[in-house]
């Protein structure tokens, strides 16, 4: 995802010459190609992230559009009020890219996880928040966050992710059917870096004949309530998987939408349990740790479908 | 300039008076460098090409509402709205206010930043325009300021000037007591800014430091002020930082502003 989502900006460079992307010393190779095409386009800005976000709201105020890179701590969390006054308040279209969404950078420590990012956005007006599941969803990210008037925050995981989607995504601001599900009661809504995980899922309750409906929710903020509602409507179940805590993420949107629209679903959200991560483990393991691996998935939605063995 | 001065003094105080607001004191201690960058330094003309006034010590804001008004950048009657119900002047800044407010600020540190990344935009853009910021002396106890501090020399923003409004005062003491960032001006030196010093209430003094050539450098001109300049009750005096403004003391002074 991240090469892909890169790779897009730098396409659209030969069309544009007010991209600039800044980095905050991070993306070892990330960017080789990029300097070397358009070297006066790019600054490392250091182990400075205050003052990175700051200097990009400046930048984007005389006519460029700015892209920041850096991993998702240092890029939400240590500067939040840098990117609240000086991005959002001031309806500035900087393009925020966080790499390490979820667990993926695990084992590396609770510092360089990204559990609570979504929640930090739903505290930001007005800020775009898309967390792709593959390079397809990374390039309309991409594509969408140039062409974006508004601050957009682009969540990704950390490289490699396979590709889930079959076509091209023309609209990453609604929700994306990724499998159409053969036991029409559930639905499986997901979205970013726990996606293979989900896939997996699906693969084995398909082969059980027992395949839900799959539906990756790229765009967490706005979160397009109608078209949820009108895709969920008529299911008995839906599971929300993510790589997040998910009071503050999909699992406590969607148990918002579902109060406000009077939905009759039941909700089941799996997320990372709300606490402190001090295992030290890969992020597979992790997960089976947590309770969001593929096992857990199949297991949840067996048990609300009625297949419990 | 002595005139555009008073009649900065003269909207701070009315304008601290009419809302009951604080910071008046932070207010009056950069008066003479706003009269001096609006009254005779910045280059306004054309707009679309103008230089670029940041104020980031931004709780001083109506020091730069009154030079706006003053400069005919903002209309005089919005000076009337400043933190009423429903008025159009904030106490602290926000860009969507226009007329002149270049950037929103209220936090410290950021709008230094925010006018080193509009500088470089205009480095990168081969466009004459300036970049001139106004920071406080406690100011300078954020980190955010010295990250960019770090930053700018080596991007060669010589197009870029920070004037320190230093009266020695903070919210509730000396900075040398709370926080000392003394010895100053090896600091800023030592991170590759030309370093210049001047009188900040002498407006020649000013205009010599802001005229000092930096050789590719950016500059900061370290401005001795006092807090409440202008004010004899309101000078060096810690309270002014917080304390409201008066019937009585509005009558006092702006009799002595003149």
Sequence with gaps: ?309 | MASFSRRIRREIIEMAYCSGGPHVGSALSCADILATLYGAELRLDPWHDRDIFILSKAHASISLYAALAARGIMPPEMLATYCQEGGLLPAHLDRQTGYGVECSAGSLGHGFSIGLGMAFGFKRQRSPRRVFIVIGDGECQEGSVWEGALFAPRQGLDNVTVIMDYNNLQAYGRPAEICSFEPIAPKWEAFGWHVCRADGHDHGSLLDALHEESRGKPKIIIARTTKGKGVSFMENELVWHYYIVTQEHRAKALEEIG
Aim: contains cysteine; hydrophobic residues 40%; proline residues 5%.
């Design chain 1, 1 to 309: 995802m991240r090469n892909t989502f890169i790779n897009t900006i730098l396409e659209a460079c030969k069309e544009r010459d007010d991209i600039f992307i800044l980095s905050g010393d991070a993306g070892l190779g990330v960017f080789d190609r990029f300097k070397e095409e358009y070297p006066d386009r790019f600054r490392n800005m250091g182990a400075a992230e205050q003052n990175t976000v700051s200097f990009a709201a400046g930048l984007a105020m005389t006519g460029y559009k700015v892209i920041v890179y850096n991993i998702i701590p240092f890029l939400l969390y240590r500067c939040y009020e840098q990117v609240r006054n000086d991005i959002c308040c001031q309806g500035l279209p900087v393009v925020l890219v966080g790499i390490g969404s979820g667990i993926t950078y695990a084992p590396q420590g609770m510092s360089h996880y990204s559990v609570e990012d979504l929640g930090l956005v739903q505290t930001l007006p007005d800020l775009v928040a898309i967390s792709p599941i593959d390079p397809c969803e990374a390039r309309a990210a991409a594509s969408y966050a140039l062409d974006c008037h508004k601050p957009v925050y682009v969540r990704l995981a950390k490289n490699g992710e396979p590709l889930f989607h079959q076509h091209e995504v023309t609209n990453i601001a609604a929700p994306q059917i990724i499998r159409n599900g053969e036991h029409a009661d559930t639905a499986i809504l997901f979205h970013g870096s726990v996606a293979n995980e989900v896939m997996a899922a699906y693969e084995t309750l398909k082969d059980r004949s027992r395949a839900p409906l799959v539906v990756s929710v790229p765009t967490l903020q706005p979160f397009d309530v109608p078209a949820i509602a009108g895709i969920l409507s008529g299911f008995k179940n839906v599971v929300s998987v993510e790589e997040h805590y998910s009071n503050c993420g999909l699992g406590g949107m969607l148990a918002r939408l579902k109060a406000e629209t009077c939905a009759d679903w039941q909700l089941t959200s799996m997320g990372i349990p709300y606490g402190y991560i001090h295992d030290v483990r890969k992020t597979a393991g992790l997960r089976a740790s947590l309770g969001i691996a593929t096992e857990y998935i199949v297991r949840s939605v067996e048990a609300v479908s009625g297949f419990a063995s």
